[in-house]
């Protein structure tokens, strides 16, 4: 059977731009401590791009599309990724590739780790191995590559050429990464200079800029020490002499000293932050991130390893006293650490506080039925009730026969659809040819049936299906969580930022078990970590309507799914699914607690987006 398509990477000139007016893919990633440069996610791609259109001197919150990036920010203007809880900071860049490659299609190659579990290759590398495999060569040379490791398809293992040893591979599908049209300004690779406007005082912004003057100025300490010390020495006349660049012309940075009036004034503790900021400040480090972030290695802030006595006269970052509900994030200090060490000052960080991630101990009697709702407990079995008909009476069901054919891409095979589907010669369906095309109902949306039919064998065959341009759910909607246990119920404590309402109290509980044919590898054991996991909504009418629309997910099997973590790297594991939760009790240092004004909004945002609206909801 003849494999479609081939996957190359998108010539760029030297800059690192695509051509002008050429659809491609884009594919974000960060740089790892071995130098490598590590993919995010398609979802996390699609997450930064939407954020991208909006503001493009920005920042990109991942824990709002996946719960296991919670910790880390993306600041677009510096191109760096922070951590929050450990301040380490990486660099990120934006890559493009063929609709026709790997990412455009959704293709996923691994290999299998020392403890069994699947680690995705480099996207340079995935890419290669994709387009030999669509060649139909039966095995592949990654010496080119720069890598002592022989793939064979026939066996689907890599071997390395020096220890032979041998690893397993998959190829799996996932979602695909967005698909971009248009042009890329060829004056500089990414925004420059400072926001505009009155600077925000909200603890995400400060953290942002805190985050982006950080990295200002350990790359100018770096330029400094290149150039022998001189740019950064203290003068008798009680001025700083920092680096500062200016707009660049065809990708070259022309950097050009500036000079800061100095005073131990200037440094108290965390007041220092709003006056060196690059949104904040009127002489602000400005960089050019993809010019100059792309290098190996990571800048880590220290946020509390010095643990011995204060010496005299060095200034101590009160990081204690800095707590979630105060208007200053906890990060500011490991920040304002930094810019004091660029600055040539001493600094020393006191322990760093602990995230309060659970209520007091609370009597089972104190543990009262959340108002309005019945019960306090949901199993879920191992298998969803509601089976979905054959393929074809699904697709059929939603759409609509299109006879006058617009000239425009079927984004699921991109061919046109005056064409006939990418799929013919390798799905065929009865009843439905591979020129016939369909609408949506409900979006509009144009597709060639005999694609849809192919995205809905590829999904949880539960009878519903989802548009892939607008993601319009048509039926019910059901996903593949493993069995377990949901239980709530109402606490005497109050979150943070709702000292009138007291707390409903969500755990969940599943146990590690044997995949099933619905998953990624059937028979295979599949971990679940954390868990009991706890999580807390204000027990106020929106809560309790949060909570009303969670149950209703929980029976659709929509909380949980087997996947790959993001943080650990660790596969066929119980992960999070696209719907947020609060774990934190009462502080929000890693971004999980409480207060957060919007989260009740985004989190119903996020249950209508599964299909899971206010809608459903009795009267």
């Known amino acids: ?182 042009s890329i300004p060829k004056s500089q690779s990414w925004p420059v200079g400072a926001s505009s406007g009155q600077p925000c005082s909200c603890q995400q912004c400060i953290l942002v800029n805190s985050t982006r003057a950080a990295s200002n100025a350990i790359l100018a300490s770096q330029r400094r020490k290149l150039y022998g010390g001189t740019a950064g020495n203290t003068g008798a006349a009680g001025t700083l002499s920092v680096v500062r660049q ?142 979905g008909k054959n393929p074809e009476d699904v697709v059929r069901r939603y759409t609509e026969k299109i006879k006058v054919l617009p000239d425009e891409d079927c984004t699921i095979c991109m061919e046109r659809l005056v064409m006939s589907s990418g799929y013919e010669g390798i799905l065929q369906h009865k009843g439905i040819k591979p020129e016939l095309v369909g609408k949506l109902g409900k979006c509009g949306h144009m597709y060639h049936l005999l694609c849809l039919v192919a995205m809905y064998n590829n999904g949880n065959k539960d009878g519903s299906l989802q548009c892939p341009t607008c993601k319009t759910i048509y039926g019910e909607k059901t996903g593949t969580q493993p069995p377990g246990k949901m239980e709530y119920h109402v606490i005497p404590h109050c979150l943070p930022g709702y000292p009138d309402s007291k707390t409903i109290r969500i755990v969940y509980d599943i146990p590690a078990g044997i995949q099933t044919n619905e998953h990624p590898n059937p028979g295979k054991k599949f971990s679940a970590r954390g868990f009991p996991r706890h999580c807390y909504l204000p027990d106020n009418e929106k809560g309790r309507k949060v909570l009303k629309l969670l149950i209703m997910a929980w029976d659709r099997r929509l909380i949980f799914t087997i996947g790959t973590s993001s943080t650990t790297g660790e596969s066929d594991t119980v992960v999070w699914n696209e719907i947020h939760h609060k774990t934190e009790f009462g502080s929000n ?31």
């Not at 007016?21 to 979802?43: D, S």
């Not at 296991?68 to 493009?96: A, C, E, K």
């Not at 994709?130 to 793939?151: M, R, V």
């Open 589 to 619: 240092l890693t971004g999980h607690g409480y207060p957060d004004p919007n989260y009740l909004d985004n989190v119903l945002t996020e249950l209508s987006a599964q299909g899971v609206g206010e809608d459903n909801l009795k009267d």
């Open 246 to 387: 200016s707009n660049t012309f065809a990708g070259t940075s022309l950097w050009s000293p500036t000079s800061l009036p100095l005073s131990t004034a200037n440094f108290p503790c965390s007041p220092v932050m709003p006056s060196l900021s690059s949104a904040h400040g009127h002489h602000a480090l400005t960089i050019n991130g993809q010019n100059n972030l792309n290098r190996p290695g990571t800048q880590r802030i220290s946020m509390g390893s010095a643990r011995g006595a204060i010496p005299p006269g060095v200034p101590a970052l009160p990081v204690k006293n800095l707590t979630g509900s105060g208007p200053v994030h906890p990060a500011l200090a490991g920040m304002t650490g930094i810019l004091m060490c660029a600055a040539g000052l001493p600094v020393c960080l006191t322990r760093a506080p602990k995230p309060i991630l659970h209520p007091p101990p609370i009597n089972k009697s104190d543990m009262k039925p959340v108002p309005g709702i019945n019960g306090m407990r949901r199993k879920t079995k191992k298998k969803h009730l509601r089976r």
């Open 1 to 182: 059977m003849a494999r479609p398509g081939s996957g190359l990477l998108v010539p760029v000139n030297g800059l690192g731009y695509p051509p002008q007016n050429l659809a491609r893919v884009v594919v974000w990633e960060w740089l790892n401590e071995h130098g490598r440069w590590r993919p995010y996610t398609a979802a996390v791609c699609h997450h930064i791009e939407n954020v991208l259109k909006g503001d493009a001197r920005g920042s990109v919150v991942l824990g709002q599309v996946d719960g296991q990036l919670s910790p880390y920010i993306i600041d677009l203007q510096s191109m760096h990724q922070f951590r929050q809880d450990t301040g380490t900071m990486r660099p990120v860049q934006r890559n493009f590739y063929e609709p026709s490659s790997a990412p455009g299609k959704g293709v996923v190659w691994e290999w299998e780790n020392d403890n069994g579990s699947w680690t995705p290759y480099d996207m340079e590398i995935c890419v290669t191995i994709q387009n030999a495999y669509e060649k139909q060569h039966p095995w592949l040379d990654l010496t080119s590559l720069g890598f002592c490791y022989l793939i064979d398809f026939n066996s689907m293992c890599q071997t390395n050429r020096q220890s032979q040893r041998k690893r397993r591979l998959r190829r799996r599908m996932d979602l695909a990464y967005p698909l971009i049209m248009g």
